[in-house]
């Protein structure tokens, strides 16, 4: 998703935006039916909301066209702090945040 918006394959977020990484910090899933091998399923995902330094997407696995599970997930745009060498959260930039208009 972020490689087709920003047009950066996920290994180069680090340098061309100066973070670490986008790390997972909660998720949450609900199944609605099951889905079995061979199913042919459409996973549809999207970003549903940016705050200052997270960004929460929602997911859907559909099979034919149905419902099968739903999922919400919040990530953190983070970066290493130079003094204490420790991982903090830092502003997502504006310009990531517009291209997923």
């Given at each position: 998703?972020?490689e087709?918006?920003?047009?950066v394959?996920?290994h180069?977020?680090?340098?061309?935006y100066g973070i670490l990484g986008?790390?997972?910090v909660d998720v949450k899933?609900?199944?609605?039916?099951?889905i079995?091998?061979?199913?042919?399923?459409?996973?549809?995902?999207?970003v549903?909301?940016f705050?200052?330094s997270?960004?929460?997407?929602?997911h859907a696995?559909?099979?034919?066209?149905?419902?099968?599970?739903?999922?919400?997930?919040t990530r953190?745009?983070?970066a290493?702090?130079?003094?204490?060498?420790k991982?903090?959260?830092?502003?997502?930039?504006?310009d990531?945040?517009?291209?997923?208009?």
């Amino acid at each position: 998703m972020f490689e087709a918006a920003l047009g950066v394959n996920p290994h180069d977020l680090g340098e061309r935006y100066g973070i670490l990484g986008i790390p997972l910090v909660d998720v949450k899933a609900s199944f609605r039916k099951p889905i079995r091998f061979g199913d042919e399923v459409e996973i549809v995902s999207h970003v549903s909301e940016f705050r200052r330094s997270s960004f929460a997407v929602k997911h859907a696995i559909l099979v034919g066209g149905e419902p099968a599970a739903e999922g919400a997930e919040t990530r953190v745009w983070a970066a290493l702090d130079q003094v204490t060498q420790k991982i903090i959260s830092v502003p997502i930039p504006l310009d990531v945040m517009s291209r997923f208009d």
